[in-house]
């Protein structure tokens, strides 16, 4: 029997994905979509108060999976600290329960889910590793489609439309500098540029982070950590020295190369 189409925006709490969402349900009704969404209870308070004052302006409910583990907890489960090469808290939280989801959508309810990112045309490297990860990764394949690339004007000014014209104040984050909004701040796929923000807008969540990667040192004796530096282990206690020693300004200045979690944007 033919499954009928349900599209399914992945709803991250970042602008673009609202828009995305806002755009989808426009062209094909509240009763067709989906606004879904991973919860790693490490995300910023105010991601959560931006992605209710979204959905409520779209009028659609969020779908919400969680695991009920933190990444925290992820990674002693698997007695491996998730660093910017590789991370088991997005495949655990992130991956794992999207792929159930969908999985779910197809052999419970007949539906054929359609995904929509809110990926822009500055990261379209990060599209075709979807698109494969999806073609690949499910029992069949999942379509994938990018609207920010392939429907709408590249000069379109997202963030203006949703505190502009909707009325929505964008989530914090964005106004303190971070590229991304991952976990609140404490993303383990964040690099040497990552923490030097964390550190100089939340050093207490600085310190949380660089406590957990010392607890988890400590309980299972090995010489980790989240950051590399010269290809071995550089750990957040001897960054923040580095930090307050030589300035945070100086360390702000180059990018990271590290990717961000597979459905966030």
């Known amino acids: 029997m033919t499954r009928k189409n349900v599209h399914v925006a992945m709803y991250s709490g970042g602008a673009s994905s609202a828009y995305v969402a806002y755009q989808m349900v426009q062209k094909y009704g509240k009763e067709n979509c989906i606004l879904f969404f991973t919860n790693t209870l490490w995300e910023d308070e105010d991601n959560y108060r931006f992605m209710d004052e ?126 991304h909004a991952n976990c609140g701040g404490r993303c383990v796929r964040g690099g040497f540029q990552h923490y030097a923000q964390l550190y100089k807008v939340w050093p207490d969540r600085y310190l949380e982070q660089e406590e957990m990667e010392e607890n988890f040192r400590k309980h299972f004796d090995k010489n980790v950590s989240i950051l590399k530096k010269d290809g071995g282990p550089f750990t957040l206690k001897e960054y923040r020295k580095q930090l307050e020693n030589e300035g945070v300004e100086k360390f702000l200045k180059s990018p990271d190369d590290t990717v961000p979690c597979v459905c966030t944007v």
């Not at 302006?57 to 698997?78: A, C, K, N, S």
Request: hydrophobic share 35%; net charge negative; charged share 30%.
């Open 54 to 179: 979204v959905a409520e302006y779209i009028g659609l409910e969020i779908t919400e999976r969680i695991d009920g583990r933190t990444p925290e907890e992820v990674f002693y489960d698997y007695r491996f600290l998730g660093n910017s090469r590789l991370a088991k808290c997005s495949e655990e939280l992130k991956v794992y329960q999207t792929i159930t989801f969908l999985e779910d959508l197809r052999d419970e309810q007949n539906l054929e889910p359609i995904l929509y990112f809110g990926i822009g045309p500055h990261e379209k490297h990060r599209a075709i590793n979807l698109t494969e990860f999806y073609n690949h990764r499910p029992v069949e394949p999942i379509e994938t489609r990018f609207p920010m690339i392939d429907t709408f004007s590249q000069d379109i000014n997202v963030k203006s439309i949703i505190e502009n014209e909707w009325g929505i104040k964008l989530p914090r984050m964005y106004n303190l500098g971070f590229s």
